[in-house]
């Protein structure tokens, strides 16, 4: 099953690509180097690209896409692999229909209702909050421009290439970009929740299922990247799903392995796709797979999954290959924003940044989350081996503790302090942990009375937290009507017929003005020009000057402001 599966991988990846990379000419592809992105300023990407590289990057995706052909072919003649996956998804299904059909009506309310909610807080987040920098320069520079820009042009590390492919066709049928940016967040997330919320309930209860969802799912953090998170939200959705495949798989005996290898290798794979950092839960679950196989004395497996490890490693080279081809290697494997810090800059902090993450994952307080991380990290394995017995519910509690505290030996090795949003899984698995910890079966019968007021105030809390982080929503709006003022501002006064000339020095409005201006036609477009000089060279128009520098403006005879507002100051030439 496992070489079937990748050989199928192998061959849609390396047919789809084969097909985009050879029906595009050479001159298309330096056409890439022309994009110009935002990263401190306006830049252009010297592309790696060479006709003798175009001609070896179509070669292996031929190559790729036949050998998978080839082998996906033999195999499922010789052992009609297909046959069990459709057997077992329908069993799965059925089960899951009679589980369904089981609960009491209370509790199909209560499921309904919680998923309702939180598709309500997320849409809500989608429509209200403010495009951000990272959803703006994914749609201008990957998603507009085409397939082969999402694809092969990578000059920084926010193109989410799954994520970028799944917004292109929405882009394709002219929807605004807010909504090519995070529709397939909102409905692939929730979608991903009411599977998950499934899926937990059978392995734990539903009540444990309900509290975690609820709690998790209405802090401020979760709900803004289940609107706004790009790739991020997609990769906790493919954790999960690596997440429940592993205890599947280590379940004694396994109803559906077949479906597990599937579900492990697609989401491994699409996770690398979308977010290189999926690396760090996929070493968890890995590690727990592979550790779980040796203590059930299970070792005859463990080449199974070092094959699958090698097929995800071949897939995720196949499928990142135009990227090395056409951008470059060191663009893909030189990612400045986490790149190794020097000892003497790493450990000296070390423990103020940790304790400020846990606090934006866990809350309430770094004084409170800090401890408690650290604390899980080095004991929970051992609370977990003393306080729950053999069984489902150790395996579940021992891989959410992996994923927990992996990331901190892995960030330690790295000397790396890697961003909140690239840990955002931890919120999830670190409550799961602690609730598998002291809401054990036992108790949480003798707490049934009691659990409905319980959950209630899981939910009220996590509204009343909603309901505080509103006053940073709102200073994100006040932040975008400043930049849209600004840009309109200037293209209302812009003289006409010839180009209007403007220099910045304000990164934040350098890429706000870069895409409101490609909403224009080309004759209204402006002409943008960033620097990080103190003053500017002749022949601008206009200045746009980042409040902070004003004061290096204030003796400019041949310009006067014209505009201020908390960011900046608008200079117009004298005429």
């Given at each position: ?36 992105y ?45 046959a ?25 309310a ?112 979760w ?7 790009r ?20 379940r004694?005996?396994?109803?559906f ?20 950092s ?11 797979l592979g ?21 995800i ?42 304790y ?22 080095c ?110 501002f ?71 402001a ?14």
């Amino acid at each position: 099953m496992l070489a079937f599966v990748a050989a199928l991988g192998l061959a849609f990846s390396g047919m789809a690509l084969g097909l985009l990379y050879g029906s595009s000419t050479y001159a298309q592809l330096q056409a890439l180097g022309n994009l110009v992105y935002h990263e401190n300023g306006y830049r252009q990407l010297p592309l790696a690209l060479t006709a003798e590289r175009l001609q070896w990057l179509r070669s292996l995706l031929a190559l790729a896409g036949a050998g998978g052909v080839a082998t996906a072919v033999w195999l499922h003649r010789r052992h009609r692999p297909v046959a069990r996956l459709k057997a077992e998804a329908s069993l799965l299904f059925t089960r899951s229909l009679a589980w369904w059909k089981r609960l009491p009506l209370q509790a199909k309310a209560l499921c309904l209702a919680l998923t309702a909610l939180l598709l309500l807080v997320r849409a809500w987040y989608m429509l209200n909050y403010p495009l951000s920098t990272d959803e703006i320069a994914s749609y201008d520079f990957f998603v507009r421009p085409g397939l082969l820009s999402v694809t092969s042009f990578y000059p920084i590390p926010n193109n989410h290439i799954f994520y970028n492919l799944l917004a292109w066709p929405l882009a394709q049928l002219g929807l605004s970009p807010r909504l090519v940016m995070r529709l397939p967040t909102l409905v692939l997330g929730s979608a991903g929740t009411a599977v998950g919320l499934v899926l937990l309930a059978r392995l734990t209860g539903l009540r444990l299922a309900l509290l975690i969802t609820g709690l998790v799912g209405l802090s401020p953090l979760w709900a803004y990247y289940a609107a706004v998170g790009r790739g991020y939200f997609l990769q906790f959705c493919l954790v999960q799903a690596g997440f429940f495949a592993v205890l599947e798989l280590l379940r004694r005996p396994a109803g559906f392995p077949h479906l597990a290898w599937l579900a492990f290798l697609a989401s491994s794979v699409l996770g690398l796709y979308c977010v290189p950092s999926y690396a760090y839960p996929l070493a968890a679950l890995g590690l727990g797979l592979g550790s779980g196989l040796l203590l059930q004395r299970r070792a005859g497996q463990l080449p199974a999954l070092a094959a699958a490890g090698a097929f995800i490693l071949l897939l995720t080279l196949v499928l990142y290959l135009p990227v090395g081809m056409v951008s470059g290697w060191e663009q893909l494997l030189g990612n400045r924003y986490v790149a190794s810090k020097a000892a003497a800059d790493f450990w000296p902090p070390f423990r103020a940044v940790l304790y400020e993450t846990a606090a934006e994952l866990f809350g309430p307080s770094l004084r409170i989350s800090g401890p408690w991380w650290l604390a899980a990290a080095c004991l929970g394995a051992a609370a977990v081996r003393c306080l729950l017995p053999a069984g489902p519910r150790r395996n579940t509690a021992f891989l959410a503790w992996l994923l927990l505290a992996l990331p901190l030996p892995m960030m330690m090795a790295q000397r790396v302090y890697a961003p909140t949003r690239v840990l955002l899984y931890l919120t999830y698995f670190g409550y799961l942990l602690l609730a598998l910890l002291i809401l054990q079966p036992r108790l949480l019968c003798q707490l049934r009375r009691l659990y409905l007021p319980l959950l209630t105030a899981v939910l009220l809390t996590g509204g009343y937290r909603l309901y505080q982080h509103q006053a940073q929503v709102q200073a994100s709006q006040r932040e975008t009507r400043q930049l849209t003022q600004a840009f309109w501002f200037i293209q209302q006064h812009a003289g006409k017929p010839q180009p209007t000339k403007v220099w910045l020095n304000a990164p934040l409005h350098e890429l706000f003005f870069a895409h409101y201006s490609r909403q224009l036609p080309p004759a209204s477009q402006l002409l943008l020009h960033s620097s990080r000089n103190p003053v500017p060279g002749p022949g601008y128009d206009w200045l746009v000057v980042n409040n902070r520098l004003r004061a290096n403006f204030a003796q400019q005879k041949a310009y006067r402001a014209l505009y201020r507002d908390q960011l900046v100051t608008i200079y117009a030439r004298v005429r």
